[in-house]
Nanobody, 115 residues
């Protein structure tokens, strides 16, 4: 069983910053990729950012230039630095890990950006 503990969400004004963290623990054989999805009210869940064990990253076009993803392999932790936040970034953010076979998901952390 894998547990993912997210932190760092909250309320921030437009233009502000937040840093999300997600620490994985439990029966982790390996982690090929880690990252974040988000889901806004009435919308489908979408990939925000991902990072492979090689360090290669991918970002959604809507967050490029504003968000940065990084990971600490020793701590099995992934981070999402979010700058220049916009009201449209408001969503529940879910972290994930992929071990090459299955995804494991966190419970989600709310990010609210006020205008």
């Amino acid at each position: 069983q894998v547990q993912l503990e997210e932190s760092g969400g909250g309320l921030v004004q437009a233009g502000g910053s937040l840093r999300l963290s997600c620490a994985a623990s439990g029966s982790i054989f390996r982690i090929n990729a880690m990252g974040w999805h988000r889901q806004a009210p009435g919308k489908q869940r979408q990939l925000v950012a991902g990072i492979r064990s090689s360090g290669d990253t991918s970002l959604a076009d809507s967050v490029k230039g504003r968000f940065t993803i990084s990971r600490d392999n020793d701590k099995n932790t992934v981070y999402l630095q979010m700058n220049s936040l916009k009201p449209e970034d408001t969503a529940v953010y879910y972290c994930y890990i992929h071990d090459g076979f299955v995804y494991s998901w966190g419970q989600g952390t709310q990010v609210t950006v006020s205008s």
